[in-house]
């Protein structure tokens, strides 16, 4: 893995392809978190490839190349966002899309309704960590966040989901 981004860092198109293939899924799944609708999702994939591509070089730790693409990707996200300022809200469609099929429609909106009422920074962070099974170090080092902070949100944005989920008797 090490090989192929160093060859990636040295302008091999076919090493940089291979290396985004690996980690597109993820990537799209983050993007769908924050613009929740597949279009803009596929729009901030392409242009993270596009910003990972041309900044290839300044990866300083190959081993954080999955780390750096989803910063990339939340980067882009949320200047989306930013730009077109609208709210888009997940059918049962959508969220099939991002891995949740064989889900009831009922609960399904319900979970989605609880994980809404977070704010960005909480539902960014529980995703992190439970989706993208990322580190709390990961976490803080993509966020540039003390490890603490990271720990703290975390644990306040779940004790936030416990106490909704228990009173909508998803528990």
Not at 2 to 26: T, W
Not at 92 to 116: A, F, H, P, R, Y
Not at 132 to 138: H, Q
């Amino acid at each position: 893995m090490l090989e192929l981004i160093h060859k990636a860092q040295s302008g091999d198109d076919e090493a940089f392809l291979e290396l985004f293939q690996r980690y597109e899924q993820d990537l799209y799944r983050m993007a769908f978190v924050y613009v929740k609708n597949q279009d803009d999702a596929l729009d901030v994939v392409q242009e993270t490839a596009y910003k990972a591509f041309k900044n290839i070089q300044s990866l300083r730790e190959p081993r954080f190349l999955k780390t750096w693409l989803i910063k990339i990707a939340i980067s882009c996200a949320t200047d989306l966002l930013r730009k077109r300022k609208n709210v888009v809200y997940m059918n049962q469609t959508d969220m099939e899309l991002i891995g949740k099929d064989n889900t009831d429609v009922s609960m399904t909106i319900t979970v989605k309704q609880i994980l809404e009422s977070l704010d960005e920074h909480e539902k960014t962070l529980v995703f992190l960590k439970y989706y993208s099974e990322l580190t709390f170090k990961e976490i803080a080092e993509l966020k540039d966040l003390p490890l603490g902070t990271v720990k703290t949100t975390l644990y306040r944005a779940l004790e936030k989901l416990r106490v909704q989920m228990k009173g909508a008797d998803l528990l």
